[in-house]
């Protein structure tokens, strides 16, 4: 397996509160995303970073923001959680070569109440 | 703008039986093509993908697809399924210039009964 973990595995938090989500790989891999993944609506991509402070948004990304100071770490924030925002979120990763194909890490599920 | 369709919520064979889950897909240029698997509880797993050459790609767990550019299809394919193949399938496409990304589709629950 690609050494990708994620911190925590598992989280409830309050409507309102901060929450950051980390994303670490050993794989020194250029390419780090993060998805949400609800029923219905497959895999959606928040935000992802092509390299360190390099960082663009994607399908779903209001209410998150992301931060990638080193390589190996990528950090997600939901900046004051909702109970929309209720999900599993997985991190990939992926080289800069080839197809890009993405390797996931383990997943978070958290639980905004 | 690139998307991708898995007609099928749910796909049922029987096991020893060829299996086939269904995937279309929409991009401006030339598309890079993948299929996930996910098992239950736990995370993604690349099994194989499409960047250009040979039509038929073969990937791991005994998968293979084949990459029609005329239907815009890329459908995944076993010989002979096993029950332990049941598990969540999803496709995914990306324009070969825009690396960071990709879309999914929603995915398709694949049962392989004994």
């Known amino acids: 397996d690609a050494g990708i973990t994620q911190s925590p595995r598992h989280k409830v938090t309050e409507t309102g509160t901060p929450v950051t989500l980390r994303c670490h790989q050993t794989e020194n891999h250029r390419y780090m995303y993060w998805y949400r993944q609800d029923p219905g609506h497959g895999l959606r991509l928040i935000h992802y970073s092509y390299g360190v402070k390099d960082t663009d948004k994607g399908e779903v990304s209001d209410g998150y923001s992301v931060s990638r100071s080193k390589t190996e770490d990528f950090l997600l924030t939901l900046e004051s959680a909702t109970s929309s925002q209720t999900s599993v979120y997985f991190c990939a990763i992926s080289e800069s070569t080839g197809g890009y194909e993405q390797y996931f890490g383990p997943g978070t599920r958290l639980t905004v109440t | ?114």
Do not use: M
């Open chain 2, 1 to 114: 703008a690139q998307s991708v369709a898995q007609p099928e919520d749910q796909v049922n064979v029987a096991e020893g039986n060829p299996l086939t889950v269904k995937c279309t897909y929409s991009v401006s240029g030339n598309p890079y093509l993948f299929w996930y698997v996910q098992y239950p509880n736990r995370g993604l797993q690349f099994l194989l993908k499409y960047i250009t050459g040979d039509n038929l790609v073969k990937g791991s767990y005994g998968f293979e697809a084949e990459f029609n550019k005329s239907q815009t299809s890329f459908h995944l394919k076993k010989p002979s399924a096993l029950v332990s193949d049941s598990a969540l399938y999803f496709c995914a496409v990306r324009e070969d210039t825009n690396a960071g990304k990709s879309t999914f589709g929603d995915g398709t629950t694949l049962t392989v009964k004994p």
